[in-house]
């Protein structure tokens, strides 16, 4: 088989830079081993205005807006509430949201394999394989879109996540009728080391989730989670179901990486580290990222010539993170429950909620590249 490109993986960055590809007239071929795309869903689905107002998502995969943050010391006591004037996040039913991009992909041209696993290069050729057994593809270029680590990059020679988190959460359905939607999130090292455990509230889901550095869990993740789960805030009156949608998975939070394209692909997502060192948010820079890939790819298959890749360069975008770096790192070394207690005297000033409204509501998520 003979494309022009080969997508590897189909979250939202794969399937977004597929249809753009696709769409300009070019040969797509899009493989992802989960053999549904309803299933093994690693996101919570989080949506900031930004991508809301800049990207046409589908509104029935989209729920409420939400306005209002609220952030909790260790013991939870004495939080402080955060509301902006304007909505703020939306969290995405992420299931619909994949058919509905995958239908789009397929109208656009692109061909679609489920149940098929990249399984790596071999001369000029890719090796995929699928339920019939393997196939050669010789593709023009390949894009990595394969997660957090990813053996494309492994196999383009490209950098790799090496920061990383680990996270888990639950979803399960709330009643109607309850609070108003917030996002409630817990500073508290013993629980989520070097990160946050949330609930998102949204008036019809709820996640609860904890992600930190694996090597702290002190009793391990799975356990974090439980411990959270009993005494999580922003559910009053609702009582956790039995049957719940369970996810998880690791997340960069090393910003951009430096290089993320060669003379034969890139990439995009999770693989290139397209996520806020500090917010963990990773579904505007996916976006933002897959729409420069796609152009860049478009201008090399037009004139013939690799050379266009040079402009999908991750060390220039990664130098706007620096202050996000900065704050990350600060964030890694909260490691008792004193010390972050001890933040929240300086967060409860106007000063301290300035800058946390700032980082929250602001539009500075991710660089436009």
């Given at each position: 088989?003979?494309?022009d490109?080969?997508?590897?993986?189909?979250?939202?960055?794969?399937?977004?830079?597929?249809?753009?590809?696709?769409?300009?007239?070019?040969?797509?071929?899009?493989?992802?081993?989960?053999?549904?795309?309803?299933?093994?869903?690693?996101?919570?689905?989080?949506?900031?205005?930004?991508?809301?107002?800049?990207?046409?998502?589908?509104?029935?995969?989209?729920?409420?807006?939400?306005?209002?943050?609220?952030?909790?010391?260790p013991?939870?006591?004495?939080?402080?509430?955060?509301?902006?004037?304007?909505?703020?996040?939306?969290?995405?039913?992420?299931a619909?949201?994949?058919?509905?991009?995958?239908?789009?992909?397929?109208?656009?041209?692109?061909?679609?394999?489920?149940?098929?696993?990249?399984?790596?290069?071999?001369?000029?050729?890719?090796?995929?394989?699928?339920?019939?057994?393997?196939?050669?593809?010789?593709?023009?270029?390949?894009?990595?879109?394969?997660?957090?680590?990813?053996?494309?990059?492994?196999?383009?020679?490209?950098?790799?996540n090496q920061?990383?988190?680990?996270?888990?959460?639950?979803?399960?359905?709330?009643?109607?009728?309850?609070?108003?939607?917030?996002?409630?999130?817990?500073?508290?090292?013993?629980?989520?080391?070097?990160?946050?455990?949330?609930?998102?509230?949204?008036?019809?889901?709820?996640?609860?989730?904890?992600?930190?550095?694996?090597?702290?869990?002190?009793?391990?993740?799975?356990?974090?989670?439980?411990?959270?789960?009993?005494?999580?805030?922003?559910?009053?009156?609702?009582?956790?179901?039995?049957?719940?949608?369970?996810?998880?998975?690791?997340?960069?939070?090393?910003?951009?990486?430096?290089?993320?394209?060669?003379?034969?692909?890139?990439?995009?997502?999770?693989a290139?580290?397209?996520?806020?060192?500090?917010?963990?948010?990773?579904?505007?820079?996916?976006?933002?990222?897959?729409?420069?890939?796609?152009?860049?790819?478009?201008?090399?298959?037009?004139?013939?010539?690799?050379?266009?890749?040079?402009?999908?360069?991750?060390?220039?975008?990664?130098?706007?993170?620096?202050?996000?770096?900065?704050?990350r790192?600060?964030?890694?070394?909260?490691?008792?429950?004193?010390?972050?207690?001890?933040?929240?005297?300086?967060?409860?000033?106007?000063?301290?909620?300035?800058?946390?409204?700032?980082?929250?509501?602001?539009?500075?998520?991710?660089?436009?590249?």
């Amino acid at each position: 088989m003979t494309v022009d490109v080969l997508v590897v993986g189909a979250g939202l960055a794969g399937l977004h830079t597929a249809t753009r590809l696709a769409r300009a007239g070019h040969e797509v071929l899009l493989v992802e081993r989960r053999s549904t795309l309803t299933g093994a869903i690693r996101t919570t689905g989080i949506f900031v205005r930004r991508t809301l107002d800049d990207f046409a998502l589908p509104p029935g995969c989209l729920g409420p807006p939400i306005r209002r943050v609220v952030l909790y010391p260790p013991g939870l006591r004495r939080p402080v509430t955060l509301v902006s004037a304007r909505d703020e996040y939306r969290v995405a039913d992420m299931a619909a949201l994949y058919v509905t991009a995958a239908r789009a992909a397929a109208d656009a041209g692109v061909r679609i394999l489920l149940g098929t696993r990249y399984a790596g290069r071999r001369g000029d050729c890719v090796l995929l394989v699928g339920p019939d057994g393997p196939t050669r593809v010789r593709a023009r270029f390949v894009v990595g879109a394969d997660g957090a680590r990813s053996r494309v990059a492994r196999d383009l020679g490209l950098d790799r996540n090496q920061h990383l988190l680990v996270g888990a959460e639950e979803v399960f359905a709330i009643p109607a009728g309850g609070e108003a939607p917030a996002f409630h999130c817990v500073l508290d090292p013993s629980l989520a080391p070097g990160y946050l455990a949330w609930v998102v509230n949204d008036g019809r889901h709820a996640h609860v989730g904890v992600a930190g550095y694996a090597d702290r869990f002190p009793d391990g993740l799975r356990r974090a989670l439980q411990r959270f789960r009993a005494a999580a805030p922003g559910l009053p009156g609702v009582d956790h179901p039995e049957q719940v949608e369970r996810r998880g998975g690791p997340i960069p939070v090393g910003g951009v990486l430096r290089r993320i394209s060669c003379a034969d692909g890139l990439l995009v997502g999770d693989a290139a580290g397209a996520v806020s060192p500090l917010t963990a948010g990773g579904l505007d820079p996916c976006l933002r990222l897959s729409e420069l890939a796609a152009t860049v790819l478009d201008e090399a298959l037009r004139i013939g010539r690799p050379e266009a890749l040079t402009r999908y360069d991750g060390a220039a975008l990664r130098a706007r993170f620096r202050g996000r770096l900065t704050l990350r790192r600060g964030l890694a070394q909260v490691r008792t429950p004193a010390l972050a207690a001890a933040a929240f005297t300086l967060l409860r000033t106007p000063l301290g909620r300035a800058a946390a409204s700032r980082i929250l509501f602001g539009d500075g998520s991710f660089p436009d590249p």
